[in-house]
Protein backbone atom coordinates (compact mmCIF):
# COMPACT_ATOMS: atom_id res chain seq x y z
CA UNK A 1 0.00 0.00 0.00
CA UNK A 2 0.92 3.40 -1.02
CA UNK A 3 2.29 5.94 1.87
CA UNK A 4 2.72 9.52 1.94
CA UNK A 5 6.09 9.32 1.24
CA UNK A 6 5.80 7.47 -2.01
CA UNK A 7 3.91 10.04 -3.58
CA UNK A 8 4.35 13.27 -5.39
CA UNK A 9 3.06 16.20 -5.97
CA UNK A 10 2.83 18.27 -8.83
CA UNK A 11 4.80 21.09 -7.57
CA UNK A 12 7.56 18.13 -6.01
CA UNK A 13 8.02 16.22 -9.12
CA UNK A 14 7.97 19.59 -11.47
CA UNK A 15 11.27 20.87 -8.91
CA UNK A 16 12.75 17.82 -8.98
CA UNK A 17 13.46 17.72 -12.72
CA UNK A 18 14.20 21.45 -12.15
CA UNK A 19 17.07 20.71 -10.30
CA UNK A 20 18.04 17.29 -11.91
CA UNK A 21 18.42 20.09 -14.80
CA UNK A 22 20.14 22.51 -13.38
CA UNK A 23 22.52 20.23 -12.29
CA UNK A 24 23.64 18.90 -15.14
CA UNK A 25 26.96 20.60 -16.52
CA UNK A 26 26.00 20.18 -19.86
CA UNK A 27 22.79 21.92 -19.73
CA UNK A 28 23.98 25.16 -17.55
CA UNK A 29 25.89 26.41 -20.78
CA UNK A 30 24.79 25.11 -24.06
CA UNK A 31 24.38 26.77 -27.69
CA UNK A 32 21.21 25.64 -29.53
CA UNK A 33 20.56 26.50 -33.57
CA UNK A 34 17.16 26.50 -34.75
CA UNK A 35 14.61 28.28 -36.68
CA UNK A 36 12.74 31.07 -34.39
CA UNK A 37 8.72 30.43 -34.67
CA UNK A 38 6.22 32.22 -32.99
CA UNK A 39 8.39 35.44 -31.77
CA UNK A 40 6.82 37.93 -29.64
CA UNK A 41 8.19 40.61 -27.61
CA UNK A 42 6.62 41.67 -24.66
CA UNK A 43 5.82 45.27 -23.13
CA UNK A 44 8.39 44.07 -20.08
CA UNK A 45 11.00 43.94 -22.96
CA UNK A 46 11.00 39.81 -22.69
CA UNK A 47 11.18 38.07 -25.82
CA UNK A 48 9.06 34.71 -25.98
CA UNK A 49 9.12 32.62 -29.23
CA UNK A 50 10.43 28.58 -30.57
CA UNK A 51 12.92 27.31 -32.17
CA UNK A 52 12.30 24.63 -34.32
CA UNK A 53 13.64 21.87 -36.86
CA UNK A 54 12.19 19.51 -39.02
CA UNK A 55 10.50 17.24 -36.29
CA UNK A 56 11.24 19.37 -33.21
CA UNK A 57 10.86 22.67 -31.01
CA UNK A 58 11.92 24.35 -27.92
CA UNK A 59 10.58 26.79 -26.00
CA UNK A 60 12.71 29.89 -25.71
CA UNK A 61 12.95 32.79 -23.76
CA UNK A 62 15.51 35.58 -23.55
CA UNK A 63 14.56 38.14 -20.65
CA UNK A 64 14.79 41.76 -21.16
CA UNK A 65 18.85 42.40 -19.72
CA UNK A 66 19.69 39.60 -22.20
CA UNK A 67 17.59 40.85 -25.16
CA UNK A 68 18.95 44.57 -24.79
CA UNK A 69 22.61 43.10 -25.97
CA UNK A 70 21.19 41.35 -29.33
CA UNK A 71 21.71 43.70 -32.26
CA UNK A 72 18.78 43.12 -34.42
CA UNK A 73 14.83 42.08 -33.60
CA UNK A 74 14.25 38.70 -34.31
CA UNK A 75 11.44 38.00 -37.02
CA UNK A 76 9.99 34.63 -38.11
CA UNK A 77 11.87 32.04 -40.18
CA UNK A 78 15.10 33.63 -39.31
CA UNK A 79 18.17 31.12 -38.44
CA UNK A 80 19.93 31.85 -35.08
CA UNK A 81 22.39 30.18 -32.51
CA UNK A 82 21.00 30.47 -28.86
CA UNK A 83 23.65 30.18 -25.80
CA UNK A 84 21.80 29.93 -22.95
CA UNK A 85 20.68 27.24 -20.14
CA UNK A 86 17.84 24.21 -20.42
CA UNK A 87 15.28 24.98 -17.30
CA UNK A 88 12.17 23.75 -15.95
CA UNK A 89 8.93 26.34 -15.80
CA UNK A 90 7.49 25.40 -12.95
CA UNK A 91 4.09 26.65 -13.52
CA UNK A 92 3.42 24.67 -17.24
CA UNK A 93 5.96 21.87 -16.12
CA UNK A 94 7.80 22.16 -19.43
CA UNK A 95 11.16 22.58 -19.87
CA UNK A 96 12.91 26.17 -21.94
CA UNK A 97 15.84 27.14 -23.38
CA UNK A 98 16.95 30.67 -20.98
CA UNK A 99 18.38 32.48 -23.63
CA UNK A 100 21.97 34.55 -22.33
CA UNK A 101 22.99 35.51 -26.35
CA UNK A 102 22.09 35.36 -29.73
CA UNK A 103 23.57 35.09 -32.97
CA UNK A 104 22.00 34.79 -36.92
CA UNK A 105 22.93 32.02 -38.56
CA UNK A 106 22.86 31.72 -42.31
CA UNK A 107 23.35 34.99 -45.24
CA UNK A 108 19.75 35.54 -45.15
CA UNK A 109 19.22 35.74 -41.02
CA UNK A 110 22.70 38.38 -41.59
CA UNK A 111 21.10 40.38 -43.96
CA UNK A 112 17.81 41.19 -41.80
CA UNK A 113 19.92 41.61 -38.85
CA UNK A 114 21.92 44.25 -40.80
CA UNK A 115 19.01 45.59 -42.53
CA UNK A 116 17.82 46.44 -39.15
CA UNK A 117 20.50 47.72 -37.56
CA UNK A 118 21.03 49.91 -40.50
CA UNK A 119 17.77 51.55 -40.25
CA UNK A 120 17.78 51.86 -36.43
CA UNK A 121 21.50 53.68 -37.20
CA UNK A 122 19.61 56.09 -40.18
CA UNK A 123 16.82 56.69 -37.51
CA UNK A 124 19.46 58.70 -35.56
CA UNK A 125 21.17 60.34 -38.02
CA UNK A 126 24.44 58.55 -38.36
CA UNK A 127 23.96 57.73 -41.54
CA UNK A 128 22.75 61.56 -42.47
CA UNK A 129 25.52 62.94 -45.38
CA UNK A 130 25.15 66.08 -43.27
CA UNK A 131 27.04 65.00 -40.38
CA UNK A 132 30.16 63.39 -42.80
CA UNK A 133 33.13 65.71 -43.22
CA UNK A 134 35.63 66.12 -46.36
CA UNK A 135 38.61 64.58 -45.99
CA UNK A 136 41.53 67.44 -45.99
CA UNK A 137 43.27 68.31 -49.63
CA UNK A 138 46.44 67.66 -48.38
CA UNK A 139 47.08 64.58 -45.65
CA UNK A 140 50.73 64.89 -44.60
CA UNK A 141 49.92 61.85 -41.83
CA UNK A 142 47.71 58.93 -42.37
CA UNK A 143 46.42 56.38 -39.67
CA UNK A 144 45.79 53.38 -40.45
CA UNK A 145 43.61 50.55 -38.31
CA UNK A 146 43.93 47.13 -39.59
CA UNK A 147 45.81 44.21 -39.06
CA UNK A 148 49.42 44.75 -38.80
CA UNK A 149 50.25 41.41 -41.27
CA UNK A 150 47.45 41.55 -43.40
CA UNK A 151 47.61 42.36 -47.37
CA UNK A 152 46.30 45.47 -46.57
CA UNK A 153 48.23 47.58 -44.91
CA UNK A 154 50.87 46.50 -46.89
CA UNK A 155 48.73 47.94 -50.12
CA UNK A 156 47.41 51.23 -48.51
CA UNK A 157 51.19 51.60 -47.55
CA UNK A 158 52.48 50.57 -51.37
CA UNK A 159 50.33 53.68 -52.87
CA UNK A 160 50.67 56.24 -50.22
CA UNK A 161 54.65 55.99 -50.37
CA UNK A 162 54.01 55.68 -54.20
CA UNK A 163 52.07 59.27 -54.24
CA UNK A 164 53.39 60.87 -51.63
CA UNK A 165 57.49 59.43 -50.44
CA UNK A 166 56.91 62.26 -47.59
CA UNK A 167 53.66 60.60 -45.82
CA UNK A 168 53.96 59.81 -41.91
CA UNK A 169 52.00 56.62 -41.30
CA UNK A 170 50.62 55.83 -37.96
CA UNK A 171 49.60 52.29 -37.97
CA UNK A 172 46.91 51.37 -34.75
CA UNK A 173 46.69 47.80 -35.09
CA UNK A 174 43.37 45.54 -34.59
CA UNK A 175 41.93 42.35 -35.13
CA UNK A 176 39.64 42.22 -38.43
CA UNK A 177 37.85 38.97 -38.25
CA UNK A 178 36.05 36.59 -35.93
CA UNK A 179 35.33 38.45 -32.66
CA UNK A 180 36.79 41.57 -33.17
CA UNK A 181 34.80 44.84 -32.72
CA UNK A 182 36.19 45.39 -29.38
CA UNK A 183 39.63 45.17 -31.20
CA UNK A 184 38.51 47.46 -33.72
CA UNK A 185 36.98 50.26 -31.75
CA UNK A 186 40.05 50.22 -29.17
CA UNK A 187 42.24 50.86 -32.29
CA UNK A 188 39.91 53.55 -33.39
CA UNK A 189 39.76 55.33 -29.92
CA UNK A 190 43.82 54.84 -29.61
CA UNK A 191 44.59 56.85 -32.79
CA UNK A 192 41.69 59.44 -31.67
CA UNK A 193 44.00 59.82 -28.55
CA UNK A 194 47.14 60.29 -30.35
CA UNK A 195 45.43 63.12 -32.69
CA UNK A 196 48.61 63.67 -35.19
CA UNK A 197 47.20 62.68 -38.03
CA UNK A 198 44.90 63.93 -40.88
CA UNK A 199 42.58 61.41 -41.31
CA UNK A 200 42.27 57.77 -40.77
CA UNK A 201 41.74 54.52 -43.34
CA UNK A 202 39.63 51.70 -41.44
CA UNK A 203 39.50 48.50 -43.34
CA UNK A 204 40.54 44.99 -44.36
CA UNK A 205 40.78 42.83 -47.50
CA UNK A 206 37.90 40.63 -48.77
CA UNK A 207 35.98 38.02 -47.26
CA UNK A 208 33.02 36.37 -46.89
CA UNK A 209 30.08 38.40 -44.97
CA UNK A 210 30.84 36.14 -42.07
CA UNK A 211 34.49 37.08 -42.19
CA UNK A 212 33.85 41.11 -42.96
CA UNK A 213 30.51 40.78 -39.90
CA UNK A 214 33.08 42.81 -37.02
CA UNK A 215 32.68 46.12 -39.56
CA UNK A 216 28.85 45.20 -39.18
CA UNK A 217 28.84 45.59 -35.47
CA UNK A 218 26.73 48.62 -33.96
CA UNK A 219 29.77 49.23 -31.68
CA UNK A 220 32.23 49.49 -34.49
CA UNK A 221 29.26 51.89 -36.00
CA UNK A 222 28.94 54.12 -32.88
CA UNK A 223 33.02 54.35 -32.61
CA UNK A 224 33.34 55.89 -35.94
CA UNK A 225 31.04 58.17 -36.34
CA UNK A 226 32.27 59.53 -32.75
CA UNK A 227 36.06 59.91 -33.84
CA UNK A 228 37.27 63.13 -34.00
CA UNK A 229 39.25 62.53 -37.26
CA UNK A 230 38.17 62.03 -40.70
CA UNK A 231 37.75 58.33 -41.13
CA UNK A 232 37.51 56.46 -44.10
CA UNK A 233 35.97 52.87 -44.48
CA UNK A 234 37.53 50.45 -46.82
CA UNK A 235 36.75 47.18 -46.08
CA UNK A 236 36.75 43.85 -48.58
CA UNK A 237 36.37 44.34 -52.45
CA UNK A 238 34.02 46.56 -54.29
CA UNK A 239 31.07 44.68 -54.02
CA UNK A 240 31.13 44.63 -50.37
CA UNK A 241 29.38 46.95 -48.45
CA UNK A 242 29.32 47.53 -44.69
CA UNK A 243 27.90 49.09 -41.74
CA UNK A 244 30.88 51.05 -41.03
CA UNK A 245 30.80 52.17 -44.72
CA UNK A 246 27.60 53.99 -44.57
CA UNK A 247 28.60 55.37 -41.43
CA UNK A 248 32.28 56.90 -42.12
CA UNK A 249 32.86 60.02 -43.85
CA UNK A 250 33.63 58.48 -46.85
CA UNK A 251 33.62 55.20 -48.51
CA UNK A 252 36.13 53.36 -50.42
CA UNK A 253 35.62 50.30 -52.79
CA UNK A 254 39.19 48.64 -51.48
CA UNK A 255 42.23 49.75 -48.98
CA UNK A 256 44.06 50.31 -52.11
CA UNK A 257 41.38 52.96 -53.40
CA UNK A 258 41.21 54.41 -49.52
CA UNK A 259 44.77 55.37 -50.05
CA UNK A 260 44.39 56.85 -53.73
CA UNK A 261 41.54 58.87 -51.89
CA UNK A 262 43.51 60.22 -49.09
CA UNK A 263 46.79 60.84 -50.15
CA UNK A 264 48.08 63.79 -52.59
CA UNK A 265 50.02 62.88 -55.87
CA UNK A 266 52.89 64.87 -55.33
CA UNK A 267 53.81 65.27 -59.23
CA UNK A 268 49.89 66.72 -59.60
CA UNK A 269 50.97 68.77 -56.62
CA UNK A 270 53.84 70.21 -58.30
CA UNK A 271 52.09 70.72 -61.38
CA UNK A 272 49.61 72.41 -60.22
CA UNK A 273 51.52 74.76 -58.14
CA UNK A 274 53.79 75.36 -61.57
CA UNK A 275 50.48 76.24 -63.04
CA UNK A 276 49.55 78.94 -60.67
CA UNK A 277 53.38 80.21 -60.86
CA UNK A 278 52.99 80.99 -64.19
CA UNK A 279 49.70 82.40 -63.92
CA UNK A 280 50.96 84.74 -61.21
CA UNK A 281 53.87 86.03 -62.83
CA UNK A 282 51.92 87.02 -66.05
CA UNK A 283 49.27 88.59 -64.28
CA UNK A 284 51.79 90.97 -62.48
CA UNK A 285 53.40 91.66 -65.61
CA UNK A 286 50.17 92.40 -67.31
CA UNK A 287 49.39 94.53 -63.73
CA UNK A 288 53.24 96.49 -64.07
CA UNK A 289 52.21 97.36 -67.91
CA UNK A 290 48.96 98.92 -67.05
CA UNK A 291 50.38 100.92 -63.87
CA UNK A 292 53.05 101.64 -66.33
CA UNK A 293 51.37 102.69 -68.85
CA UNK A 294 48.82 104.95 -66.61
CA UNK A 295 51.87 106.37 -65.34
CA UNK A 296 52.61 107.92 -68.19
CA UNK A 297 49.88 108.98 -69.02
CA UNK A 298 49.26 111.27 -66.08
CA UNK A 299 52.81 112.75 -66.74
CA UNK A 300 51.95 113.68 -70.25
CA UNK A 301 48.46 115.43 -68.54
CA UNK A 302 50.02 117.60 -66.05
CA UNK A 303 47.88 120.56 -65.71
CA UNK A 304 48.53 124.17 -64.81
CA UNK A 305 48.04 125.06 -61.40
CA UNK A 306 47.08 128.27 -59.79
CA UNK A 307 49.97 131.09 -59.03
CA UNK A 308 48.75 130.82 -55.06
CA UNK A 309 49.20 127.21 -55.32
CA UNK A 310 52.51 126.77 -56.58
CA UNK A 311 53.21 128.99 -53.71
CA UNK A 312 51.79 126.45 -51.01
CA UNK A 313 53.70 124.07 -52.81
CA UNK A 314 56.77 125.66 -52.62
CA UNK A 315 56.18 126.13 -49.17
CA UNK A 316 55.55 122.52 -48.07
CA UNK A 317 58.62 122.09 -49.60
CA UNK A 318 60.52 124.76 -47.19
CA UNK A 319 58.70 123.58 -44.02
CA UNK A 320 59.87 119.66 -44.69
CA UNK A 321 63.53 121.15 -45.97
CA UNK A 322 63.66 122.85 -42.18
CA UNK A 323 62.32 119.31 -40.55
CA UNK A 324 65.50 117.69 -42.74
CA UNK A 325 67.71 120.03 -41.65
CA UNK A 326 67.14 119.92 -38.31
CA UNK A 327 68.19 116.20 -38.28
CA UNK A 328 71.36 116.59 -40.08
CA UNK A 329 74.11 117.31 -38.30
CA UNK A 330 75.41 120.99 -37.43
CA UNK A 331 77.99 121.17 -40.92
CA UNK A 332 74.80 119.58 -43.20
CA UNK A 333 73.27 122.36 -41.66
CA UNK A 334 75.77 124.67 -42.29
CA UNK A 335 76.15 123.71 -45.88
CA UNK A 336 72.63 123.76 -47.10
CA UNK A 337 71.01 126.79 -45.68
CA UNK A 338 72.36 129.37 -47.96
CA UNK A 339 70.77 126.80 -50.62
CA UNK A 340 67.08 126.94 -49.00
CA UNK A 341 67.33 130.37 -48.08
CA UNK A 342 68.39 131.21 -51.61
CA UNK A 343 64.83 129.25 -52.19
CA UNK A 344 62.79 130.99 -49.90
CA UNK A 345 64.15 134.34 -51.76
CA UNK A 346 62.99 133.23 -54.67
CA UNK A 347 59.55 132.19 -53.38
CA UNK A 348 59.14 136.13 -52.43
CA UNK A 349 60.13 137.20 -56.05
CA UNK A 350 57.78 135.40 -57.71
CA UNK A 351 54.34 135.83 -54.93
CA UNK A 352 52.11 138.00 -56.52
CA UNK A 353 51.95 140.19 -53.56
CA UNK A 354 55.59 141.83 -54.33
CA UNK A 355 53.76 142.13 -57.93
CA UNK A 356 51.53 144.37 -56.38
CA UNK A 357 53.80 146.44 -54.02
CA UNK A 358 55.49 147.68 -57.76
CA UNK A 359 52.35 149.14 -58.84
CA UNK A 360 50.60 146.78 -60.36
CA UNK A 361 46.70 145.51 -60.28
CA UNK A 362 45.36 142.04 -60.81
CA UNK A 363 41.68 141.96 -62.46
CA UNK A 364 39.22 138.80 -61.64
CA UNK A 365 36.33 137.75 -62.91
CA UNK A 366 33.36 137.22 -61.35
CA UNK A 367 33.85 133.82 -60.86
CA UNK A 368 37.00 133.82 -59.81
CA UNK A 369 39.67 133.85 -62.37
CA UNK A 370 42.08 136.19 -63.63
CA UNK A 371 41.18 138.40 -66.43
CA UNK A 372 43.80 137.78 -69.28
CA UNK A 373 42.28 138.73 -72.51
CA UNK A 374 39.14 141.22 -73.79
CA UNK A 375 37.38 137.81 -75.29
CA UNK A 376 36.57 136.82 -71.33
CA UNK A 377 33.96 139.94 -70.44
CA UNK A 378 31.44 141.64 -72.58
CA UNK A 379 29.61 145.39 -71.92
CA UNK A 380 28.44 145.21 -68.53
CA UNK A 381 30.29 142.67 -67.47
CA UNK A 382 31.28 143.34 -63.25
CA UNK A 383 35.36 142.52 -62.52
CA UNK A 384 37.23 143.07 -59.38
CA UNK A 385 40.56 144.48 -59.47
CA UNK A 386 43.00 143.70 -56.77
CA UNK A 387 45.65 146.05 -55.46
CA UNK A 388 47.79 146.27 -52.98
CA UNK A 389 45.47 147.37 -49.85
CA UNK A 390 42.20 146.04 -51.30
CA UNK A 391 39.81 145.09 -54.12
CA UNK A 392 38.00 147.55 -56.47
CA UNK A 393 34.47 146.72 -58.13
CA UNK A 394 33.93 147.96 -62.26
CA UNK A 395 31.85 147.41 -64.71
CA UNK A 396 32.85 147.07 -68.08
CA UNK A 397 31.84 149.73 -70.44
CA UNK A 398 33.96 148.89 -73.49
CA UNK A 399 37.31 147.26 -74.34
CA UNK A 400 39.93 148.36 -76.94
CA UNK A 401 42.00 145.36 -78.15
CA UNK A 402 45.81 145.66 -80.25
Not at 6 to 31: E, F, H, P, T
Request: proline share 4%.
Amino acid sequence: MLTGDDVLSVIQLNRYVQNLLAGDILLKDVWVKGEISNFKQHVSGHWYFSLKEEGAAVKCVLFRSAAKGVPFIPEDGMQVLLRGRVGLYERDGQYQLYGEEMQPLGEGSLYIALRQLKEKLAGEGLLSPKRKRPIPAFVQRLGVVTSPTGAALRDIIKVSLRRYPGIHIVVSPAQVQGDAEDSICKAIERINEYGKVDVIIVGRGGGSMEDLWAFNSEKVARTIAASKIPIISAVGHETDETLADWVADVEAPTPSAAAEMAIPDIKEVWRHVSSLKRHLVTALKHKIKRNRARVEHLSNQRILRRPELSIEQRRERVAQAELDLQRNTMQSLRGKRHEYLGLVGKLDTLSPLKVLQRGYAVAELEDGRVLQSIKQVNINDSISIIVTDGKIFARIQGSEGK
